[in-house]
C-alpha cells in the first residue's frame, strides 16, 4: 500500500511539473505576441510617415525652384520644354474627368447589383454571382489598360465620331468597369445588415419588395453605401496603368473626353521611366504632383470615414 501511495505522489507530482512546464510556455506566448503585434503597429506608422515625410521634403524642394503660385494657377503643363511650365490644372483636369467618367459608369451598376444581391437573390445565386463580381478586383491593373486600348476604344471609335486612339473615355469606362465590385461588394455588405425586422415590417404594412427596397433598405443602408462610392473614387482618382496605357500623356486643360490626355498618376509614371535625370526640376515635380494625389485621395477616405459615423444607423 504504501509503494502504492508513492507511485501515485510521483505520478501527481509529474502532472505538476508537466503542467507548470505547459503554463511557462503559454505564458512565454502570451507576453511576446503583444510586443511582436506592437511592433508590427510601429513598423505600419513609421513605413506611413516615412512616405510622407519624403512626399513633403521632395516637394519642398521643388517649390524652391517653381512657384507654388504658378503650380496652382498656371493653364499648361509642359515640364520638357525649353523654358518649362509647371501648372497642375491640366493634370487635375485629366484625373478628373477619367474619375466622372468611371463614377457614372460604376455607381449604377454597381448599385444595382448590390440591390438584386441584397434583396432579390437566392443564397446560391448570391454565392455564385457575388465571388465572380470580386474577381474583377482582382484583375491586374495593366490587363485592364490593354483591354481598354486593344478592346474598348476600337468599339467605341465605331460608335463616337472624332475619338482618338488615346482619349479619357476609354480608360474611364474600364475604370468604372473595375471599381464597380468595390461599390457592390461594400454596398451589399451595408444593404444586407439591415435587420430583417424593418423588411418585414414593411411588408405587413403592404409595402411592395421594391418600395421596401427604395424607402426601407437604401436610406437604413446610406451611410454605408455613400462610403462605398467615395472609396470607389479615391481609387478611381489614384488608378495609374490604365490611363498610362489608354489615355495618352497629353495634358490639357479643357472637359473634351475624346482626345489624349494625362492623369496625376500617368505622369509620375512618365517620369519616373527614366525621362528626367536624379534631381532636376522635372524630378522633383514628380513628388509635387504625387503630394496632391495624396492629398486628393487623403479627403476622399476622410470623407468616406466621416459619412460612415455621421449617417451610421445603429440597430
Known sequence: MA?????????????IDENKQRKS??????????ILLLLTAIVSVLTTLGIVFTLIFETFMFFDRVSIVEFLTAKSWYPFSQEGSYGIMPLISGTLRVSLIAVIVAVPIGLASAIYLSEYASDKTRRLIKPILEVLAGI???VYGFFALTFVTPILREIVPGLEIFNALSPGIVIGIMITPMIASLSEDAMSAVPNSM????????????EVTMKVILPAALSGIVASIVLAISRAIGETMIVAVAGGSTPNLDWSVTGSIQTMTAYIVQVSTGDAGYGTTIY?????????LFLFTLVMN???????????EEY
Do not use: C, N, W
Request: no cysteine; net charge positive.
Open 25 to 34: 510556455g503559454h505564458m512565454f506566448i502570451e507576453k511576446l505576441m503583444p
Open 302 to 312: 476622410m470623407l468616406a470615414q466621416y459619412i460612415s459615423r455621421r449617417f451610421r
Open 3 to 15: 509503494l502504492k501511495k508513492d507511485e501515485q505522489k510521483i505520478s501527481i507530482q509529474s502532472m
Open 284 to 292: 522633383y515635380s514628380i513628388y509635387a504632383v504625387g503630394m496632391t
Open 140 to 142: 491586374p491593373t495593366i
Open 199 to 210: 423588411r418585414e415590417g414593411a411588408l405587413a404594412l403592404g409595402a411592395t419588395k421594391f
